[in-house]
């Protein structure tokens, strides 16, 4: 079993980007700043919440965390738009109110929507940014190969297949009730996103299969990805994200990377 592992990949990209911290500091005084807007006390939120918090400590970017009611969460936002000293801004979701999800992402500024979820977007999503960067690292290439996307959520799924089409790869779009046994049949590379734990079993998957999971969800207290725990002690002909540290650390990393751009933009604006 071959590991795409993205933490070996996330060293030199952190170190790169401490390094354009530094410079915006020092040359420019910008000091490159977050703000993370929180609704809902979600213990996958807290944690990733927690992670941002850390790396930006670590790269000198300054993470601001402000929690608010649904019914704040537009004027937060408002008053960061108008902030010159804030250069990014995302929503924590899920909101406490997923109904007025698109309202609230969508009161965020293009130019600081790090995120890419709002309607304008200057910035790709962060979570398929890292699956791209994943596989580039990898030297997996999905141009002319079958790629299956399991899962259409707003945060992976669907802006990946955007993504990867932009790219010239038209990949099988599914979800968590389609017949995954009949899609995934000769997959090259699958990807996955649900936050079902356990939705992609061994007998889903073809031999010798490329295997990206990006999805998270929370089961008796643990994160838990769509991954069955069984393909890693069944499957030796695979390559695969590992069950810690495959997305994930590039994701953040894909993030910061937005945040970065929005502050040398407004260095180079000045």
Known sequence: MRFLNGADLAGYMKERQARQVRGLRQAAH????????????????????????KYGEDILVDVVVEQVSVDQAITTIERHNQDPLTHGTIVQLPIADPSQTDAVLRAIAPEKDVDGLG?????????????????????????????????????????????LQDSGVEPIIANRHSDLVKVCEDADIIITATGHPGLLTSDIIPQKAVVIDAGVAGEGGVLKGDVADDVYTTRDDLTITPQKGGVGPLTVIALFDAVIRAARRVAENR
């Open 30 to 53: 910008v000091f490159p700043r977050l703000a993370i807007i929180l609704t809902d006390e979600h213990p996958a939120s807290l944690k990733y919440i927690q992670l941002k918090q």
């Open 119 to 163: 309607s304008n977007q200057f910035f790709d999503p962060a979570t398929p940014t890292a699956i791209l960067w994943l596989m580039a690292g990898y030297n997996i290439e999905p141009r002319a190969k079958k790629v299956v996307v399991i899962g259409q959520g707003r945060l992976v799924g669907t802006p990946l297949v955007r993504m």
